[in-house]
């Protein structure tokens, strides 16, 4: 039998195909070689063991890219078992099912499994977890479900994610400046925004180089920089039609919150970056990249 690094051609699936990222795959997978099937909740239950056997089996699925998840990170705090069930157990039957299959499953996890306690200095892959809310917690049991599987898996962390596709701050932000004159937003919240279509392009590529088995385990992924909420805002203020609307700088506790979201929350890409040779663009010129083809559609 050949094995997947063999294969001239893969059959690929994805999960959460309706989502920003699952798009954003999408649009990506055009220009490769490999066959793609993108389900969603209506198509494909991924918390049903037997459903998403049968279509592995069916299709011959070699890997599984895993852009479903719970990600209303408030809500989350009054949904637990539902929270649980798509960010916890699901990826663990993801990757209970590619163990048996013999393929590879590629899953999408957060920043929020790190907690409020961050040092000012970008968190490596083998940085303590300590999440503060059940978003993160039920992330973190996603990742631990798919480690105890066996299954071979590359798991990657991403952060402030924003496309041309649903909803998001980009798209958030651009509406308020269309109904108010300014807006406040907080500054003493750090990160670093991550387009869809850059994380993507970087899935699609490991994929097409069939860097799977023998490079799994945790990656971190975001644009490079670092930036403000309050900055992005202004970024996204500055490149778009409302120049002269005003972004105003306020503090977390103006915006009452269930969660209590990481005041810094900075990735190092470093692993990814050599592991793959892949070359991550800074997030101001990803932020150019997607509201350009947001005023083109």
């Avoid at 996603?142 to 962390?157: L, P, T, V, W």
């Avoid at 088995?213 to 971190?220: L, P």
Wanted: one cysteine or more.
């Amino acid at each position: 039998m050949k094995t997947v690094m063999d294969k001239q051609s893969l059959n690929i699936l994805v999960t959460g195909a309706y989502g920003q990222l699952g798009n954003s795959v999408k649009r990506a997978a055009q220009k490769s070689t490999d066959r793609y099937f993108f389900t969603d909740v209506d198509s494909l239950d991924i918390t049903d063991h037997a459903a998403v056997n049968d279509f592995v089996v069916k299709n011959n699925i070699d890997v599984i890219v895993n852009c479903a998840a719970y990600t209303n990170v408030d809500a989350a705090e009054d949904n637990y078992e539902v929270a649980e069930l798509l960010n916890g157990r699901a990826p663990g039957i993801l990757a209970e099912i590619m163990k048996q299959n013999n393929g590879t499953l590629i899953h999408i996890s957060t920043d929020y499994v790190f907690g409020g306690d961050l040092v000012n200095t970008p968190v490596d892959e083998n940085c303590p977890t300590n999440p503060t809310g059940v978003y993160g917690l039920t992330k973190l049991h996603g990742e631990n479900e798919i480690k105890d599987s066996g299954a071979s898996a590359i798991i990657i962390r991403t952060s402030w994610l924003y496309s041309e596709f649903g909803a998001n701050f980009v798209k958030k932000i651009i509406s308020l400046l269309q109904a108010r004159d300014s807006i406040k937003v907080v500054f003493d919240q750090c990160g670093t925004p991550t387009y869809a279509g850059d994380l993507a392009e970087t899935i699609v590529t490991v994929i097409s180089n069939r860097k799977l088995k023998g490079f799994e385990g945790i990656y971190h992924f975001s644009n490079e920089g670092v930036c403000s909420w309050f900055d992005f805002a202004s970024a996204i203020c500055n490149l778009s039609e409302f120049k002269d609307k005003e972004i105003l700088p306020c503090h977390s506790n103006e915006f009452p919150s269930k969660v209590t979201r990481p005041p810094y929350s900075v990735m190092d890409k470093t692993k990814i970056k050599e592991t793959f040779n892949v070359k991550i663009p800074h997030w101001h010129d990803s932020l150019r990249v997607c509201m350009r083809n947001m005023a083109s559609e």
